[in-house]
């Protein structure tokens, strides 16, 4: 099965995901096509519910192919997710402003790395650009934890 996720063209951010059968798309230009893109865009009807969250008006939307098995395009879209065709690639959402894509692991990095998990849970504080522990009681500054 082939996967497909349908973008919103004013901000590139994945509205939905549908699965279509292989031979549907092998039969129209095959994957990761423009091709079979456009089929999709074709034989794919519009979301009831996108239309009522969108008042009625339809967004004006894209399709590009996604693979399940994030072998190609990044990583698996989903709800939400952006498409960045300068890359040709899915995202998740940014987590923090702060945070940057690692386009090697296809993860957004904190601009610190916490390396002792022995406080437990860890939380970014993103107004103070640095982990805290759980209780929020201690903060890492790069090498050890500190009272807040």
């Given at each position: 099965m082939a996967h497909f996720?349908?973008?919103?063209s004013s901000n590139n951010t994945v509205l939905?995901?549908?699965v279509i059968n292989d031979s549907d798309v092998s039969d129209n230009g095959g994957e990761y096509t423009t091709e079979s893109e456009n089929w999709v865009s074709n034989f794919i009807p519009?979301?009831?519910?996108?239309l009522e969250d969108n008042g009625g008006n339809y967004p004006t939307t894209y399709w590009k192919q996604t693979s399940y098995n994030a072998n190609a395009r990044g990583?698996?879209?989903g709800i939400g997710y952006t498409y960045h065709a300068d890359v040709d690639e899915f995202r998740h959402p940014q987590p923090f402003?702060?945070?940057?894509?690692?386009?090697?692991d296809k993860i957004w990095s904190p601009p610190n790395i916490c390396s002792d998990n022995t406080e437990g849970a860890t939380f970014w504080d993103e107004e103070n650009q640095r982990w805290k522990n759980g209780e929020g009681t201690k903060y890492w500054d790069g090498s050890a934890w500190q009272n807040v």
């Open positions: 996720a349908e973008i919103k939905r995901v549908v519009n979301d009831p519910f996108i990583i698996y879209a402003n702060s945070w940057t894509w690692d386009s090697t």
